[in-house]
T-cell receptor
Framework: DAGITQSPRHKVTETGTPVTLRCHQT?????MYWYRQDPGHGLRLIHY???????DKGEVSDGYSVSRSKTEDFLLTLESATSSQTSVYFC???????????FGSGTQLSVL | TQLLEQSPQFLSIQEGENLTVYCNSS?????LQWYRQEPGEGPVLLVT?????EVKKLKRLTFQFGDARKDSSLHITAAQPGDTGLYLC???????????FGTGTRLTIIP
């Protein structure tokens, strides 16, 4: 399973509340990604990281920030959650070249 | 922005039948990957194709990358209930560490 753990697995929060999702990997992979998955949209890239303290935006980065202070942890923060951020969030790592991604089990986030 | 459109969006067939799902774009990709996702889990990589016209087989699944590297197809022979899931294609871009995902095909195999 490429040693990826996402936490929490489920979260319910209120509009305007800050939320942080954690992705932890055990195999020292350089590249880590955060995606959101919504019906009819497939997977959309939020942010990705190519090393400690090196991050870049994806196609749907507005309202999200990330941090990577250690190789093994990649955090996704919603500074002030909105209902449009209700989604399933997946973390992924790249392994084996050719953009091969391995995904965590996801976090179901509901913003009420 | 590169877009990948998958068709059909939903497909429900009887066990034992054959099927093909498609992944199309107007953009050229350096590689094309197929993933399968089951409920409550993340997508799992099935195959990567990198050469225009390339065909790869994985048991009853046959994957093809279009000659122009803009499209791909997945053909399943004699579908089984275990093939049920969401199938996602994803395109890789030259000199870029990001993948573009398609919208997905939700496949249901009826026993």
């Amino acid at each position: 399973d490429a040693g990826i753990t996402q936490s929490p697995r489920h979260k319910v929060t209120e509009t305007g509340t800050p939320v942080t999702l954690r992705c932890h990997q055990t195999e020292n992979h350089r590249y880590m990604y955060w995606y959101r998955q919504d019906p009819g949209h497939g997977l959309r890239l939020i942010h990705y990281s190519y090393g400690v303290k090196d991050t870049d935006k994806g196609e749907v980065s507005d309202g999200y920030s990330v941090s990577r202070s250690k190789t093994e942890d990649f955090l996704l923060t919603l500074e002030s959650a909105t209902s449009s951020q209700t989604s399933v969030y997946f973390c992924a790592i790249k392994s084996g070249g050719r953009e091969k991604l391995f995904f965590g089990s996801g976090t179901q986030l509901s913003v009420l | 922005t590169q877009l990948l459109e998958q068709s059909p969006q939903f497909l429900s067939i009887q066990e034992g039948e054959n099927l093909t799902v498609y992944c199309n774009s107007s953009s050229v990709f350096s590689s094309l990957q197929w993933y399968r996702q089951e409920p409550g889990e993340g997508p799992v990589l099935l195959v990567t194709v990198v050469t225009g016209g390339e065909v790869k087989k994985l048991k009853r699944l046959t994957f093809q990358f279009g000659d122009a590297r803009k499209d791909s197809s997945l053909h399943i022979t004699a579908a089984q209930p275990g093939d049920t899931g969401l199938y996602l294609c994803a395109g890789g871009s030259f000199g870029n560490e990001k993948l573009t995902f398609g919208t997905g095909t939700r496949l249901t195999i009826i026993p």
